[in-house]
């Protein structure tokens, strides 16, 4: 087959990588020159996609910002970033403005699957009129459906192949479709009988973690008042084989999709007079999560007899998760801000993030931070890091992560 892939990021390179290694022809397409020119030299910029996975693919992976190619795909997969206004509703400009351009080179028999996460509708209300614009029909001249992507970037134990896919067509042709295109790459492909249906499971795994990640970070909370160790409570909880699920606390919450996509679902609901007040309960209790790290932060220099202002503080990971460099809602960011407005002198290392322009920094060298700070904050563990070397280094340590409760030391805190 001949596939294109629209917005070649976090979740369309991976996608196209998937369908060139089943044997299939891909053209991605992506509005960013700079990704385009990096991909048809073989040069990847996603962590999870290493250049020597792309070089045996170049027969099959081409990329282009031409939407023409698109013409003589059977099948376009649309990938593009849905993040939030200001005012925190949903901009879905990047899915419409490529919807528009892709109605342009439109053909008969094309299948079309949305896979950026939104909410329920958004294929149905949004995209199919904006495809129709092309005077084709859906379900009847072109076949249209949503497929959620559950990549989790940085996984290795579960793959695309791996990890279960839903689909869900606007027509029942249309999902057996979507259900024949993705057997090409995943084991499992589940059948849903409405693309809203699929809209709305994903919001629902996402929501599932922003809720329960809510409920750890409050704990967390709690437990400091109560002098109880949360990490214990938690391993504890886990030892039950059924009905517990572990989830731990940490600085906030970060990335594309778990700070953003819940408030997908609440804005479709206020249209039903709806308010759901799990979804905004936790993005409050999480949003609130990189202020209360900075009160810990601020305490801990305060019984070294030092005040925010002025003190040399180490952030160590920046990225929103460990082994990526994705810095996107990621709470660090937040984290730096409240600490500069108090007058901190703030650094970070982070391998995977060299430059921060927003802030004019660049990571430094771990071991010259450590030696140099009054204190530093574990904010995202990155693997390869010799915690024990960062506790015996650093005067202070505060672990937001958890990831140093093997080491016994009283110049370390926790969250
Ligand atoms: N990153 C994840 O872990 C993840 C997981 C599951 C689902 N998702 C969802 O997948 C979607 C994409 O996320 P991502 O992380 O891959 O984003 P990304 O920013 O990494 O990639 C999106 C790409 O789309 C391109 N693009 C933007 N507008 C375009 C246009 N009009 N035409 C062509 N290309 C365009 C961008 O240049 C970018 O390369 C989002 O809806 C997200 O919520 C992301």
């Known amino acids: 087959m001949k596939i294109g892939i629209v917005g070649l990021g976090y979740v369309g390179l991976p996608l196209a990588v998937a369908f060139a290694e089943s044997g299939h022809e891909v053209v991605g397409l992506d509005a960013d020159s700079r990704k385009v020119e990096a991909l048809n030299a073989g040069n990847s910029y996603i962590e999870d996609i290493a250049d020597d996975v792309l070089a045996p693919l170049r027969e099959r992976l081409g990329a282009t ?21 200001g005012s925190r509703e ?12 892709l109605s342009s080179v439109l053909q008969p028999g094309q299948l079309i699957v949305l896979e950026s996460t ?25 076949h249209l459906a949503f497929s959620p992507e559950r990549i989790d970037p940085g996984r290795t134990d579960y793959t695309v192949r791996t990890t279960p896919k839903l689909v869900g067509g606007i027509t029942a042709a249309c999902t057996e479709r979507a259900r024949e295109l993705y057997s090409l790459i995943c084991d499992e492909v589940v059948v849903l009988s409405t693309p809203e249906t699929a809209e709305l499971s994903k919001l629902l795994e996402n929501i599932f973690r922003s809720v ?10 709690l437990c400091e008042r109560l002098g109880i160790d949360v990490w214990e409570v938690i391993d504890a909880a886990s030892t039950k084989p059924f009905g517990f699920m572990r989830f731990e606390p940490g600085p906030g919450m970060g990335g594309h999709c778990l700070p953003v996509d819940p ?28 202020a209360y790290c900075v009160e810990r932060i601020g305490r801990a ?19 929103y998760k460990p082994g990526v460099g994705d810095i996107r809602e ?7 801000s409240l600490l500069r407005e108090l007058g901190g002198d703030v650094s970070y290392s982070d391998p995977f993030v060299p430059e921060l322009p927003e802030f004019g920094l660049s990571s430094v060298d771990l071991d010259d931070g450590l030696r140099t700070a009054d204190l530093a904050a574990i ?21 937001f992560r958890g990831v140093t409760r093997e080491i016994d030391a009283t110049n370390l805190i926790r969250l």
Not at 90 to 100: E, K, M, N, V
């Open 65 to 85: 910002t031409d939407h023409a190619a698109l013409a003589s795909c059977e099948a376009v997969i649309i990938c593009v970033p849905t993040p939030l206004t």
């Open 90 to 101: 949903p901009d879905l400009t990047y899915l419409t403005d490529s919807a528009a351009a």
């Open 118 to 142: 939104t909410y329920p509708g958004t294929t149905r209300e949004r995209l199919q009129p904006i495809l129709e614009e092309s005077g084709m029909a859906a379900g009847r001249d072109f």
């Open 212 to 221: 329960n990640i809510a409920l750890v970070n409050e704990l967390s909370q």
């Open 263 to 290: 408030f997908y679902l609440a804005f479709k609901a206020r249209e039903h007079d709806f308010y759901p007040e799990f979804i905004e309960l936790a993005g409050k209790v999480n949003r609130a999560q990189p």
């Open 301 to 319: 220099l305060n019984e070294a007899g030092k005040p925010v202002k002025g003190s040399k503080i180490l952030l160590l990971g920046i990225s």
């Open 330 to 336: 990621s709470p660090a960011l937040e984290i730096v």
């Open 379 to 399: 904010v995202t563990a990155h693997p390869g890091v010799d915690l024990t070397e960062v506790v015996a280094t650093a005067p202070r340590v505060v672990d």
